[in-house]
């Protein structure tokens, strides 16, 4: 195996397959679509805000600078953390999981989830941990894939860490966040910017086949490519309000 296909056997998400295709913003819609989410929302300068799952910082950097916010950045991949403080020393991006949080309860204006529910271990766990740094009315910013069609998550031969081993549907990702305390205020469907970013994939590496020998987790690629074109993934902005405090025990279901 030579150093090249080792790298690209490495988890996607470090491997810097998506990173460099995508210019540094790991994810569909860039920092076009962070925008959008932001010029909703209307935080005050200053407002304290977690980017979870942040990556290098790019969105970290772009909401202190653009919107005179108080962001931090969390992220559980030293490795890609690392990128970011060399990339900007002066980020403050923490290594911690969606999970469990270092903030204090209710002190967060904001939370954003860029591409990063699909992929933590446990979703309720991550947004009741969500629940618990917001303050009351606080904002839940989450861009994501979602099934627009059934999915046959068992069948479809991914690693747990895949973003599309989560997959799920709209009515689901709704009732997700309803059980953990927040109401839905936006709903977008951003499907064709995820159309652009496996356009640059393609572009960048010639095929998708280096994204799916990181995916798959039993080597038969094209059982996979099958079972995830009949979900039909598509790609969504979604902003949630908290607007219940979760009891001690729904925190721990």
Same mark, same amino acid.
């Given at each position: 195996m030579t150093a090249a296909? =080792? +790298?690209?056997? +490495?988890?996607?998400?470090?491997?810097?397959l998506v990173e460099k295709a995508a210019g540094g913003v790991m994810r569909p819609g860039g920092l076009a679509l962070t925008a959008r989410a932001f010029d909703y929302c209307a935080f005050s300068p200053g407002a304290d805000v977690v980017d979870v799952g942040c990556g290098t910082g790019i969105t970290v950097e772009f909401l202190r600078d653009t919107y005179g916010l108080n962001a931090i950045g969390i992220d559980p991949s030293a490795v890609i953390l690392e990128r970011g403080r060399q990339r900007n020393s002066d980020l403050p991006l923490l290594q911690g999981?969606?999970? #469990?949080?270092? %903030?204090?309860a209710g002190t967060m204006d904001g939370v954003v989830a860029e591409c990063t529910l699909s992929v933590v271990a446990d979703k309720q766990k991550a947004l009741a941990e969500f629940n618990r740094i917001l303050v009351p009315g606080g904002r839940l910013i989450v861009t994501d894939l979602y099934a627009r069609a059934v999915a046959r998550t068992g069948a479809m031969g991914l690693r747990p860490t895949s973003c599309l081993a989560g997959i799920t549907t709209r009515e689901d990702? /709704? +009732?997700?966040? !309803? *059980? &953990?305390? /927040?109401?839905?205020?936006?709903? !977008? *469907?951003?499907?064709? =910017?995820?159309?652009? /970013?496996?356009? &640059? %994939?393609? %572009?960048?590496?010639?095929?998708? !086949?280096? /994204?799916? #020998?990181? !995916?798959?987790? $039993?080597? $038969?690629? &094209? %059982?996979? #490519? *099958? @079972?995830? =074109?009949? @979900?039909?993934?598509?790609y969504f902005l979604l902003i949630g309000k908290k607007t219940r405090e979760l009891a001690e025990g729904d925190r721990h279901e």
């Open positions: 296909s =080792k +790298s690209a056997c +490495s988890p996607l998400y470090e491997s810097g999981s969606g999970e #469990q949080l270092p %903030m204090a990702w /709704f +009732s997700a966040l !309803e *059980d &953990r305390g /927040f109401t839905t205020e936006l709903w !977008e *469907d951003h499907t064709p =910017k995820l159309t652009e /970013f496996v356009i &640059r %994939m393609i %572009m960048e590496h010639g095929s998708l !086949e280096p /994204f799916w #020998q990181c !995916e798959c987790e $039993n080597g $038969n690629s &094209r %059982m996979t #490519q *099958d @079972a995830v =074109k009949e @979900a039909r993934p598509g």
